[in-house]
């Protein structure tokens, strides 16, 4: 029985089971050890910015974000067109986990030493992913054995790992205190990205760019952001990416911000919405380029939207470009930098505008979030006309309200595409506000508001009563002044109640 024990053994310390695939004319095997699953071809995988030519991309399996390597372009095959019938097998090494593109799968082999000839490489530290063959048939079978260890290293990918920890950390921390942060999405040349909002100084229609002294690749010039000077980047070729249309988006815009008391605005196609999220929803994202890595903090799914790549704006403002375009602004404008340090301690609030025939504001921290308005509302029958309905958001059910109802304001023959929904609550009820649209967010300083007088406004306070908490003057993005009606959310939100109650 011990002899029998000890060949059992000896057979196991030489067998090795490897899975195998067809890529193209290749055949190719990889250990079992490493190969985690295979999957299908999903349908929504998400392109990233600054991949290399082998990245397909990224996807969402199980909560994991998976990018996806075409071993045809990695190979240098000539035709490497991706399929809808190809597989893709899932490699983990070390928790950092990779997808393989290939074109199908084939079958299970266990191999003994003797079918093995493993490759020898003058260079231990070169990525070689080929470590070596499997011999059957008598040799008359050739199968190519991929090394996903040397695959791992492409491109520096072990990164992920330090960055799972680092999540990791996060999200056990988040948990405890129950963290709820806000996102703002927006969009560069169909990727979805997103901000932290407390990150974002402010968000602009794009005003008229001025030609800048220090103009490079990635900067566009400067516009005028209320007495400020402030650079504006491409985002679109600090991303890397390219537009493969010649179709003009009309409606862009410019995030601001701020680091450091240093200003920036970077150029987008468009803003999308205000989310909420959880630091423990955030996914880590295994890069494939160290280059300018340092800007993607990780992946949220969000609601409407799906995947979300969230950017860090230390690690957008650390980039060698992007500190060079900055420092050197602030070097030509020092004068004006100096009169803003003045202002250092000055109390700031920022505020979402959106229209209604006005243009009023909110404080962001009375909006849970923004919405697209949705076809999807409920009627609700016996309830005021005020009362839109009710809409079922994520499994809460939330009133929406018609605010121009609410105030008795005419409804346009033609009403605005735009249409946003402003979730806010008071601790115990949540409820949407329908407004025409949102323009933009502003950070005033509170000390240098300049109040509107009353006479000017008289009509407009009558309408809405104690529900204006001020109307102050602001510039615009055109550097010409407008007022702006910041609204009150406790009375706002009691004439809800009062109306819903009737």
Known sequence: MENSNREVTKKKSIDEIFGSFNIGSMEVAISINSLQEVVNLPENIIKMPLAPDFLVGVFNLRGDIIPVINLKALLKFDKNDIEISQKIGIVNHEGAKIGLLFDSTNEILRVNKEMLDNFDYANENS???ISGVIKLDSGNRLVQVLNPFALVRVENIPQILEKQNNEKAKKEVALLQGNRKKCISFSVNQIKLGFDISEIHEIIKVPEIQDSPIQNEFCMGVVNVRGQTVPVIDMMKLLMVERKSEEQI??????????????????VDSVESINPYLLNEIMPIPLLSNKRSKMFQGCITLPDLGEVLLLCSDGVFSNDEVVEITQGHSKIYKLESKANEKKKNI?????????????FGISIKDVR????????IISTPGTPSTVKGVLNLRGRLITIIDTRGLYEMTTPEKMNCDLKILICDDGSERFGLIVDSVESILT????SKMKVPSIMVQNIKDKFGNDIKEIVSVKQEDNKESALIVLNMLPVLSRIKGVVAA
Do not use: M, P, Q
């Open 347 to 359: 109390n700031r609030e920022t505020y979402i505008s959106f229209r209604l025939d006005h243009r």
């Open 444 to 447: 005033i300083d509170e000390d």
């Open 250 to 267: 009309e409606d862009k815009r410019i995030i601001i911000l701020k680091i450091e008391d240093v200003l920036f605005g970077l150029l």
């Open 369 to 376: 979030e923004i919405i697209n308005y949705t076809d999807d």
């Open 127 to 129: 990525c070689k992913v």
